[in-house]
Structure formats: C-alpha cells, structure tokens
Nanobody, 123 residues
Framework: QVQLVESGGGLVQAGGSLRLSCAASGRTYWSNMISWFRQAPGKEREFVAAMRWTGMNLNYGDSVKGRFTFSRDNANTVYLQMSSLKPEDTAVYYC?????????????????WGQGTQVTVSS
C-alpha cells in the first residue's frame, strides 16, 4: 500500500506561482514512477509531469513544459513548482504512483492516488 497526500494548492492570479507537495508513505520503491495529473471541471484527467523516485525518466505534458518543474527531496516528498500560471491551469491536481516498473503516463497506468489539491488561477 502507498499513501499520498498533496498540499499547496490555492488561489493565485494569472502569471503567479505556486508549489505543490506530495508526501508519500508506505511501500515505495526507487523504480516506481510518481506523477502529477490534473482534472478541470468537465474534462478528463490530464498528465502533467512524471519521473521515477531516482529522478530518471523525467517528462512533462506539452501544456506545462517550460513553466512547471518537478522535483523531489531526499525523503519521500515530491514537488511541482508551477510558474507563469494561466487560467487554463485551474484544476484539481493529483499525485499518483505506478507500481509496475515500466514507464507510463496514462491514468490507467497508476495504482495509487492522493486526494487532490485545488489550484485556481484567476484572470
């Protein structure tokens, strides 16, 4: 079992920044992929960023490349630094862990999910 807890969401003006955190506990392994997804009202959940706990296989969704940075600390917490935020970034942001050691970027590839944190960007 893996438990994931996101934090750091909130309301920000367009052009501003926020940093999301995701603390993981339980059975995590260095080979696991951990990712951020987001879901806006009425839309499907969308891939944002992914990497292994080692930092390898770092990848970003096209809509956030150059604006978001995914990182981790030396414990079991990952971060999503979001800059130059746009109203279209408004969504609930989720972190997720994939237990299969392969690379995956679809929601169906992930086994454990956090409860999500709301990010709202005002224009």
């Amino acid at each position: 079992q893996v438990q994931l807890v996101e934090s750091g969401g909130g309301l920000v003006q367009a052009g501003g920044s926020l940093r999301l955190s995701c603390a993981a506990s339980g059975r995590t392994y260095w080979s696991n992929m951990i990712s951020w997804f987001r879901q806006a009202p009425g839309k499907e959940r969308e891939f944002v960023a992914a990497m292994r706990w080692t930092g390898m296989n770092l990848n970003y969704g096209d809509s956030v490349k150059g604006r978001f940075t995914f990182s981790r600390d030396n414990a079991n917490t990952v971060y999503l630094q979001m800059s130059s935020l746009k109203p279209e970034d408004t969504a609930v942001y989720y972190c997720a862990v994939r237990t299969n050691p392969g690379v995956g970027y679809a929601t169906s590839d992930y086994d454990y999910w956090g409860q999500g944190t709301q990010v709202t960007v005002s224009s």
